[in-house]
């Protein structure tokens, strides 16, 4: 495969820490230009820094995925620095630990409207730089928790499920949506990351790491590398006939 984004401009959502940094950090040394976008500055600014200390082109920007004034804004400013636009990567989640029993309405749509709702609204906000374009590519961010329920403590997070789940649904509808502009919408589904995104979950602990082994096919947690490997692929021109797809990269989780 020949992985190069030279001259192409990218917009990550989440790119402050995780696989979103993982991902922008990616992109910017297959030589895409990125925008680092975060709903905290520092840590947008923190991505931003590493890229062009490694020699690349970022800008670091700030952005809730909720707030359509703030991602307009995001989005002018990128392309207004690099005359250009080209991939959008909606990376931008949270989960809340609770069970189906103790969830609140608060909780449910924090977690629906970052996930899912963030989703729709940046990618609706950059149909016109797709559209003035007439090409691009899009990545959502996924989960194996879009098509098989984790509960390794013993409850779910039907809150997070369901938006995930809709995020795959999501992605197949924008697919076919973009086509129009020749812009191509995939998904991943990550399997187990160990990142700070799951709040006081440590999934090197033996108990977790149990449930992991009896699922998973490559004996180790995924990194945050494996991730954004993935997405440059479907954004690369080597995914040029690839749509409407979420690519599991899980160790094989889904398998069995």
Excluded at 82 to 90: E, I, P, T
Excluded at 144 to 156: K, P
């Amino acid at each position: 495969m020949s992985l190069t984004h030279e001259d192409r401009v990218a917009f990550v959502t989440g790119a402050g820490s995780g696989i979103g940094r993982a991902i922008a950090t990616r992109l910017a040394d297959d030589g895409a230009k990125v925008a680092c976008v975060d709903i905290d500055q520092a840590r947008a600014q923190e991505t931003a820094d590493a890229i062009r200390a490694a020699g690349g082109h970022a800008l670091a920007l700030v952005a809730d995925v909720r707030d359509r004034t703030a991602v307009a804004a995001a989005l002018e400013a990128t392309a207004t620095e690099w005359q250009r636009f080209d991939y959008l990567v909606n990376n931008a989640g949270l989960i809340t630990m609770s069970s189906l029993e103790d969830l609140t309405d608060d909780e449910w749509d924090l977690v629906l409207d970052v996930n899912l709702k963030g989703v729709y609204i940046t990618t609706q906000l950059a149909i016109p730089y797709f559209r003035e374009a007439n090409r691009g590519a899009v990545v959502n961010l996924s989960t194996v928790e879009a098509d098989v329920v984790v509960s390794s403590q013993g409850f779910a997070q039907v809150h997070y499920n369901a938006s995930k789940g809709g995020v795959k649904m999501l992605t197949k509808a924008l697919a076919v949506e973009l086509s129009r502009y020749n812009v191509r919408v995939n998904a991943i589904a990550p399997g187990p990351v160990p990142t700070n995104f799951l709040p006081g979950v440590d999934l090197n602990s033996p108990e977790v790491m149990a449930v992991m082994d009896s699922r998973l096919l490559v004996k180790r947690l995924g990194a945050p590398a494996d991730m954004a490997a993935a997405v440059s692929f479907l954004l690369s021109d080597d995914a040029s006939y690839i749509s409407g797809v979420q690519l599991p990269v899980d160790g094989g989780w889904l398998t069995r």
